[in-house]
């Protein structure tokens, strides 16, 4: 064999082989990534909402008394809000939502008819601020953390009672000041977001802890709201 003849062997070989190399290589090639557009989206939580609740004793240290029995209450919020890339793997998302906390109290007598509810909602026009990631294929895995500063709007008091002989009665009370204008919260979500062409739908868990007083200065209680619940999120790429 001529080493003209031996030459083109070899570098058929070695052409062959840096070709299988290559498909190889390039069927392993990850498609995981992080999220990088750019969306507006709409946001609707259902959680259930308790609260801390101690005396003020730097006021007139008043006893919990029939409110230490007070049980948790399911609420919707809503956000309207926009997410921008911050960096190759983090995004930065704000917006405008009405959020609710709140709680509950049942009392029912072992005696006769009579009983006594009542529902308490506290309602805030806030703008959430939250860092988040999103990383996988198609569905990724979502992170969120963040503050939810807030201006008060109202809170609503919903009574009803049943006396001893059977006879309902009910009363509502909307106060929309004295009490504290400002909350500030912090939140904290982590669920699965799956992304179409246009558009992503996506399911979190929510946990969101006050960190200031719903009440005033010299209320007889601190009042801080805790939720936690679930949230679905639809938004679109722009």
């Given at each position: 064999?001529?080493?003209?003849?031996?030459?083109?062997?070899?570098?058929?070989?070695?052409?062959?082989?840096?070709?299988?190399?290559?498909?190889?290589t390039?069927?392993?090639?990850s498609?995981?990534?992080?999220?990088?557009?750019?969306?507006?989206?709409?946001?609707?939580?259902?959680?259930?909402?308790?609260?801390?609740?101690?005396?003020?004793?730097?006021?007139?240290?008043?006893?919990?008394?029939?409110?230490?029995?007070?049980?948790?209450?399911?609420?919707?919020?809503?956000?309207?809000?926009?997410?921008?890339?911050?960096?190759?793997?983090?995004?930065?998302?704000?917006?405008?939502?009405?959020?609710?906390?709140?709680?509950?109290y049942?009392?029912?007598?072992?005696?006769?008819?009579?009983?006594?509810?009542?529902?308490?909602?506290f309602?805030?026009?806030?703008?959430?601020?939250?860092?988040?990631?999103?990383?996988?294929?198609?569905?990724?895995?979502?992170?969120?953390?963040?503050?939810?500063?807030?201006?008060?709007?109202?809170?609503?008091?919903?009574?009803?009672?049943?006396?001893?002989?059977?006879?309902?009665?009910?009363?509502?009370?909307?106060?929309?000041?004295?009490?504290n204008?400002?909350?500030?919260?912090?939140?904290?979500?982590?669920?699965?977001?799956?992304?179409?062409?246009?558009?992503?739908?996506?399911?979190?868990?929510?946990?969101?802890?006050?960190?200031?007083?719903?009440?005033?200065?010299?209320e007889?209680?601190?009042?801080?709201?805790?939720?936690?619940?679930?949230?679905?999120?639809?938004?679109?790429?722009?």
């Open positions: 064999m001529s080493k003209f003849t031996l030459l083109i062997l070899l570098i058929g070989i070695v052409f062959t082989g840096q070709s299988q190399l290559i498909t190889t390039s069927k392993k090639v498609k995981l990534s992080f999220d990088t557009t750019t969306q507006v989206f709409v946001n609707i939580g259902i959680v259930s909402s308790y609260r801390e609740l101690e005396p003020n004793t730097a006021h007139l240290n008043t006893p919990l008394g029939a409110r230490s029995d007070e049980t948790p209450l399911t609420l919707s919020s809503y956000t309207l809000g926009i997410s921008i890339p911050l960096t190759k793997c983090l995004k930065i998302n704000s917006g405008l939502s009405l959020l609710q906390n709140g709680e509950a049942h009392w029912y007598s072992n005696i006769d008819d009579s009983s006594y509810t009542y529902t308490s909602v309602r805030y026009i806030s703008m959430p601020i939250t860092l988040s990631a999103a990383y996988g294929k198609n569905l990724k895995v979502h992170f969120g953390l963040g503050i939810i500063p807030g201006i008060f709007s109202s809170y609503k008091k919903s009574e009803a009672w049943t006396d001893e002989d059977g006879t309902n009665s009910s009363e509502e009370t909307i106060i929309q000041d004295d009490l204008s400002f909350s500030i919260a912090a939140q904290a979500t982590m669920g699965l977001e799956y992304f179409f062409k246009r558009f992503s739908i996506r399911a979190s868990y929510i946990y969101r802890r006050q960190l200031n007083n719903t009440y005033n200065k010299y007889d209680y601190v009042h801080r709201s805790i939720a936690s619940g679930g949230q679905i999120a639809f938004t679109y790429f722009l």
